[in-house]
């Protein structure tokens, strides 16, 4: 056999080492960690449903406070993924 038909037995015989590495990878502690404050946080906003006058720099606006908390949620979800973003 030719070195490279050894080679390419070898990383198939190591595909099933790899594989596992990336499943690991897909559940770390952080991501656990973020994933219970969102469902969390999701409880909150759906929790708190009643109507609420909210002023946006002008205008005034009643709004069931859910709305306003998720909107607000999205928004800083978006700046902090537009942020990690920007420092790769």
Do not use: H, Q
Request: charge should be positive; charged fraction near 15%.
């Amino acid at each position: 056999m030719s070195p490279k038909t050894s080679e390419s037995r070898g990383d198939a015989g190591g595909g099933t080492a790899g594989g596992t590495g990336g499943a690991r990878g897909v559940l770390t502690p952080a991501r656990v960690a973020v994933g219970a404050l969102a469902v969390l946080a999701l409880i909150f906003i759906f929790e708190n449903t009643r109507a609420t006058r909210i002023r946006l720099l002008i205008p005034e606006v009643t709004m069931p406070l859910w709305m306003a908390l998720l909107g607000t949620a999205v928004i800083g979800a978006l700046c902090g993924a537009y942020f990690m973003r920007r420092r790769r």
